[in-house]
């Protein structure tokens, strides 16, 4: 008993058919690219299926759905209510896991992991789903929150210029990291009543996850994972990662030391005309190359990472010693057995404090202090303790008395 009976349902209809167990084990997989629609989740499947000409899994499917069980049993995947009902004896479906890539034709050896974003329910039974599913489909009703206009738009810059001219009337000395504070964690009525940082984080771990998985499936298949299309749900209304909240940072950075120095250097500013200034500023430095990205554009490091395809290295971009033969023969662009390389951005420039940090809570952020703290003050003991012991044996062999001594 491999088969099962797939219903796969959203907000405009539904599909059913017969597949194997672990094509519905693929289908749960891709729900990782947060598909709204069929049409979505089918691009979303090629993650794990590799298409066979113009053969998909679900081509074959019928229109409506049935809640017949087949062969090993029932699944429905609900992507309006985002919720699973599994009534099968082939796999347990869950939120997180690892399934084979197939080749179009049979599943591989190449087990790629999977991890769904933290609102989708898993139920047992079909009668459990559908005494829930109409409960969940309100709860998701309507569009999501867009917070890229605000966080990104005028609200910006002219938050950054009023806050200036108020650090310059209190006669302020480098207030750039306290107002930057102060945009993060001020909630506000056009974000739903929430700070800045908690939009940016809502979804960070859960984006950087899906990344990595993505550099994972490239390494070992060869070639690159299909990116988001740019009109899906999940393009269009897509979480933060580290990368984007770290290119985010180096941009309120640089408004705020361009407004500053403005703001002392002429005596008069006219708040609409510095909003102006900075709006072409912004502009130009998120399209612009940037020394610190590695020459890179800001704008095309958040694209990638809203199409979840990994930003690559080649070769001879890896290489950190020229003059190393281990990196001369990396950066061969003939070497053999080398995968591609990816490259990131952590953060570890940003400010510290808890407003800057990639912490959601601020117990978080003091749970994570707190190991930090512990393992710099063991990591001293043991260098002082090292030291020590360095210095009593350079004193045993500068008196002699560290070596063997010849009986007489």
């Known amino acids: 008993m491999s088969e099962v009976r797939l219903n796969i349902i959203d907000r405009n209809g539904a599909i059913n058919g017969t597949a194997h167990g672990g094509v519905a084990d693929a289908v749960v997989a891709a729900l990782s690219a947060e598909p709204e629609t069929i049409a979505e989740l089918e691009t979303a499947l090629e993650r794990f299926i590799k298409p066979l000409d113009d053969h998909k899994p679900l081509s074959l499917f019928h229109a409506g759905a049935n809640e017949q069980a087949w062969d090993a049993g029932i699944v429905i995947v609900d992507l309006a209510a985002r919720i699973v009902a599994a009534e099968s004896s082939y796999s347990m ?3 997180s896991g690892e399934v084979p890539y197939h080749d179009g034709l049979q599943a591989t050896e190449v087990g790629l992991p999977y991890r769904l974003p933290d609102d989708w329910l898993f139920v047992s039974s079909v009668d459990e789903y559908n005494a829930r599913r109409d409960e ?3 709860r998701r009703e309507g569009l999501p929150l867009d917070a890229r206009p605000v966080l990104y738009g005028a609200a910006l810059t002219e938050f950054i210029v009023k806050a200036c001219l108020a650090a ?3 006669k302020a000395e480098d207030p750039i990291a306290r107002i930057h504070e102060g945009w993060l964690m001020t909630p506000r009525a056009d974000l739903q009543s929430q700070r800045p940082r908690d939009v940016m984080l809502a979804k960070l771990h859960f984006i950087d996850f899906d990344l990595h998985t993505r550099q994972l499936q490239w390494s070992v298949l060869g070639e690159g994972p299909p990116p988001l299309a740019r009109d899906s749900f ?3 209304f897509a979480g933060f990662g580290t990368h984007e909240c770290v290119v985010y940072y180096d941009l309120v950075r640089c408004l705020l030391s361009e407004c500053w120095q403005r ?5 008069r500013i006219e708040a609409a005309a510095e909003n102006a200034r900075l709006e072409g500023i912004k502009a130009a430095w998120l399209d612009d190359r940037q020394p610190d990205f590695d020459g890179r554009i800001p704008s095309a490091i958040i694209e990638s990472e809203r199409r979840r395809m990994p930003l690559v290295m080649s070769a001879k971009q890896m ?3 020229e003059n190393c033969e281990l990196c001369q023969m990396l950066g061969d662009e003939s070497f053999e057995g080398l995968g591609p390389g990816f490259w990131h951005l952590d953060g570890c420039n940003v400010d510290e404090g808890f407003a800057f940090s990639f912490c959601r809570t601020r117990e978080e952020w003091e ?3 707190r190991r930090r703290k512990e393992f710099d003050e063991e990591f001293n003991r043991n260098w002082a303790a090292q030291g020590s012991q360095r210095s009593a044996d350079e004193m045993l062999l500068a008196d002699g008395s560290g070596g063997d001594e010849d009986e007489g």
């Not at 703001?263 to 005596?267: G, L, R």
């Open 93 to 95: 479906l869950q939120a």
């Open 136 to 138: 969940y489909r309100r």
């Open 168 to 170: 310059r009337e209190a």
């Open 234 to 236: 999940a393009y269009l």
């Open 263 to 267: 703001v002392q250097a002429v005596d």
């Open 319 to 321: 290489i950190i010693d």
């Open 367 to 369: 749970e994570e202090e």
